[in-house]
């Protein structure tokens, strides 16, 4: 339900913006707007998505001062980018370079997404929380989990791929002169692809963290301090209950470290892939510049957390009923 609900939603917001940046030189986008137009479509998706996605995964009980507190951070954030996207298409709407009509529909729009996806968010939390408050034994991992999702990935992102570069060497010279040009054109295509995988890489997050959240129940304070252990080798002191779950939890965190790079990496490609450097336009020159070097700190990062984790897995493999290796995924039961 909860995989289903995410994805379901996150489907019809990259529907929406498909449609709409093919459609652009009917709906009266040109020139210079194409740009932070796209860029603000993608942006109040990436808010929709997190905002029914990290709801649904994160870990602290939001009952708790530490979980209203992170909720409210969160919030803040969201409201922050969900602004910034807003006036991305004000501004060229205030030019003139987008109707007003077409602008006023894309905030109010990405407004009501946002906050549509922020209350499926909250009543998926809701519904998981009622269901389970306590820990439960996992059943047993299938090391195949992860193999399958990446060729799910690779051949779904490779499809869109094929089809939007075909599409766009098929357009050729655009008829209308405000119409994106052929690399423009290839250049969204490669955006969408990433952002396919990105969402796609999020299945398994989803999923992980959920697992995770039924292994370790809802004590946010200890599975900070099963995490500090597993991922960043601090030498905490855990009760023996809680190096059971350290045990049973590092395969899980080893899987959920990647997914979550891959799904990060992706996203980044997705956001620089439509944002063309040009020596006129600083911002996306500092894109071009800053998020390369994001993309090497969060590999570095995310490789040795779940190098780690691994290691770990791989120390008290013994411990963990069910867990044979660090390369194990997680079972086909429920989701």
Known sequence: MRIVAVALSTVIG???????????????V????????????????GVGFLASAIPAVS??????????????????????????AALLVAVPTVAGDVPLAVGSATVAGGALYVAANGALGRYLRRRAEGRRLEPFAIPPLDPDYSRRRARSVV?????????????????????????????TTIAMAV??????????????VVTLSGRVRDLSGTDAARLRRIRGVVLRGKRTPLSDDEL?????????????????????????????????????RPLQLAIW???????????ALGLRAAHRAETYALAHRNDAPGAASPADALSSGRS
Not at 16 to 25: A, E, H, N, R
Not at 59 to 84: E, K, T
Not at 155 to 183: C, D, K, M, N
């Open 191 to 204: 955006s969408l692809t990433a952002i396919v995988a990105s969402v796609m890489c999020a299945v398994p």
């Open 155 to 183: 051949v779904i992102s490779a499809t869109v791929l094929i089809i939007g570069v075909f599409y766009a060497l098929a357009a050729g010279r655009p008829a209308v002169e405000s119409a994106p040009s052929t690399p």
């Open 30 to 45: 040109s020139g210079g707007a194409i740009v932070p137009f796209v860029s603000a479509l993608v942006a109040f998706w």
């Open 14 to 28: 990259l529907v929406v913006i498909t449609t709409t940046t093919v459609g652009m030189p009917t709906i009266g």
């Open 59 to 84: 870990l602290r009980d939001p009952s708790s001062a530490d979980g209203r507190r992170a909720s409210r951070i969160f919030a803040g954030a969201s409201a922050a980018v969900a602004l910034a």
């Open 244 to 280: 059971d779950i350290a045990a049973r939890y590092a395969p899980f965190a080893a899987q959920s470290q990647r997914w979550t790079l891959a799904q990060t990496l992706t996203l980044l490609v997705a956001l620089l892939a439509i944002n063309e450097p040009v020596p006129d």
């Open 289 to 299: 510049i800053a998020f390369p070097i994001l993309a090497v700190i969060v590999t």
